[in-house]
């Protein structure tokens, strides 16, 4: 199963009428969808007066497919025939006449109608074809399919950047595990230097001292250890990675658990930053706590 973004756009434009053997005189239409990244599904649609009825059949069909998102639904419809090639008739001139009295009646200083006016209110007024709801159905599902497909192509380039931030988390993890011990030794070794040094003796004492030295050295040492020791960081930071492939592996909605993942790398980055007692350690951590705030960046766009 394929990883999906958030983002995502698409849009498609049908002339003319539904079916070759109906009139191309029609009415065009026009669906276009913006999605961008939200903590839940967010539907906003931008629909004219004409097609507000579309708006429950189009709302199902985005909950049935997806299933977050901040998603923006437009739709409009334009006459192919020019509207001043029609003259308006009868009725619709008297029923504009009385409008404009009661208007008036009220407002005298309302302006008269001009003819471009009685056009553009009766081009309005123009029955839609009875399948314009379904056409805007029809089309909206195309729309939404085109959607889908730009989300996933821009999910399998968001996993194929996640997976590689994965490799260099590893690559630092690796490197961090053996400095531990070379810090423990290097430490224990100065503990020694420095007890011999104070206690300067020669002889029988000396060699006493000397023991007694070690061994204060090695108390030292194994302190030392225990405060900086990350196995344990290392070890759950790992697990972490590893459980990132297997969702990235799987797909599907993956954003939030994802999302969750992410705090745990950073707060073991932190802890491995808070226990380093050498510069190479501390830029270890740095590094691996951007390349977590670049996943963390890139997670929130998916699905």
Do not use: C
């Given at each position: ?6 983002t ?23 669906v276009?969808i ?37 998603v923006e ?14 003259a ?32 553009e ?37 968001l ?7 994965v ?10 595990g ?21 206690l300067?003796?020669d002889?029988?004492?000396a ?14 040492a ?9 196995a ?7 697990s ?64």
């Amino acid at each position: 199963m394929a990883v999906y973004s958030m983002t995502g756009y698409a849009t498609a434009q049908q002339s003319g009428a539904a079916t070759p053997a109906a009139s191309d005189s029609g009415p065009s239409v026009g669906v276009e969808i913006r999605s961008v990244n939200s903590r839940f599904l967010d539907l906003a649609f931008k629909l004219p007066e004409e097609l507000r009825a579309t708006e429950p059949a189009l709302r199902e069909l985005l909950t049935q497919t997806l299933k977050r998102g901040k998603v923006e639904v437009r739709a409009w419809f334009e006459n192919r025939q020019d509207a001043t090639s029609r003259a308006p008739s009868s009725a619709e001139l008297q029923r504009l006449l009385a409008t404009q009295d009661a208007i008036r009646a009220w407002l005298p200083q309302a302006p008269a109608l001009t003819v471009a006016d009685v056009m553009e209110l009766t081009a309005r007024q123009a029955r839609l074809p009875d399948d314009m709801h379904d056409r805007v159905t029809e089309l909206t599902r195309h729309v939404i399919t085109q959607l889908i497909e730009a989300r996933g192509r821009e999910g399998t380039r968001l996993s194929a950047m996640l997976s590689d931030r994965v490799a260099q988390l590893r690559t630092l993890a690796a490197a961090a595990g053996p400095l531990i011990p070379q810090l423990v030794n290097q430490q224990r070794q100065r503990f020694l230097d420095r007890w011999n040094e104070a206690l300067g003796a020669d002889g029988n004492g000396a060699i006493a001292s000397s023991d007694a030295a070690r061994d204060r050295a090695l108390a030292e040492a194994t302190a030392f250890a225990i405060r900086i020791d990350v196995a344990e960081e290392l070890t759950r930071l790992s697990s972490h990675l590893d459980e990132i492939d297997r969702l990235l592996s799987r797909g599907g909605e993956v954003g939030k658990r994802l999302d969750f993942l992410i705090q745990e790398l950073h707060r073991e980055a932190n802890t491995l930053g808070s226990k380093s007692s050498s510069l190479e350690l501390t830029r270890i951590s740095v590094d691996m706590k951007v390349l977590i705030e670049q996943m963390r960046e890139q997670v929130q766009n998916l699905e």
